[in-house]
Structure formats: structure tokens, C-alpha cells
Nanobody
Framework: QVQLVESGGGSVQPGGSLRLSCAAS????????MGWYRQAPGKQRELVAV???????NYGDSMKGRFTISRANAKNTLYLQMNSLKPEDTAVYYC?????????WGQGTQVTVSS
């Protein structure tokens, strides 16, 4: 059974930083491209960042230069370093394979950016 468990969210002021983690189990993690996704209240889920099996990365336009996705295959863990956070980054953040599998969505982790 595949489990993707996100953690590291919280409440920060604008300009702050957070590091999200996603612990994967039941999956051959190193063989999948992985992604971070987010869903803000009243909005559709959107792609935040992707990392391939080879470590190549890609980001949504509003995240470029502020967010960094990385992976530790030996730990079956995906990371998202978020800097210079803005109120519009407020959302529930999820990890999944890329492209995402409907069966793999977890609970997500809430990120709130507010002064």
C-alpha cells in the first residue's frame, strides 16, 4: 500500500521560510518523478514543483527563485524548501508522483502565510 505523508507546514509571516517533507512508503521511490502540489481555498489544485528521477527540476512560474524541490532516495523522502513566502502561497501542500495518481493523495500539510 502506497503512503505519502507530508509534514513541515505551519504559520509564518510574509518573507518567512518553511521546509516541507514527504515520506514515501510502499513505492519504488527512486524510480518515480515526484511533485509537490498545492490547493488554496476555493481554487483548483496546482503543480508547485517537479523533480525527475535524475534530479532535474521544474517549477510553477510564481515559485521560481523562491522554492527548491529536492529528494533523498536513500530515505524515500521528498523535500520542498520555501523561501520568501507570500500570503498567496497559503494552501494545503501535497506530494505525489508526477503525473499524479488519484490513489496516492495524502492528507497534505497546511501552510499559512499571514502577518
Amino acid at each position: 500500500q502506497v503512503q505519502l505523508v507530508e509534514s513541515g507546514g505551519g504559520s509564518v509571516q510574509p518573507g518567512g521560510s518553511l521546509r516541507l517533507s514527504c515520506a514515501a512508503s510502499g513505492i519504488m521511490f527512486q524510480f518515480y518523478a515526484m511533485g509537490w502540489y498545492r490547493q488554496a481555498p476555493g481554487k483548483q489544485r496546482e503543480l508547485v514543483a517537479v523533480i525527475t528521477t535524475g534530479g532535474n527540476t521544474n517549477y510553477g512560474d510564481s515559485m521560481k527563485g523562491r522554492f527548491t524541490i529536492s529528494r533523498a532516495n536513500a530515505k524515500n523522502t521528498l523535500y520542498l524548501q520555501m523561501n520568501s513566502l507570500k500570503p498567496e502561497d497559503t494552501a494545503v501542500y501535497y506530494c505525489n508522483i508526477n503525473p499524479p495518481s488519484p490513489q496516492y493523495w495524502g492528507q497534505g500539510t497546511q501552510v499559512t502565510v499571514s502577518s
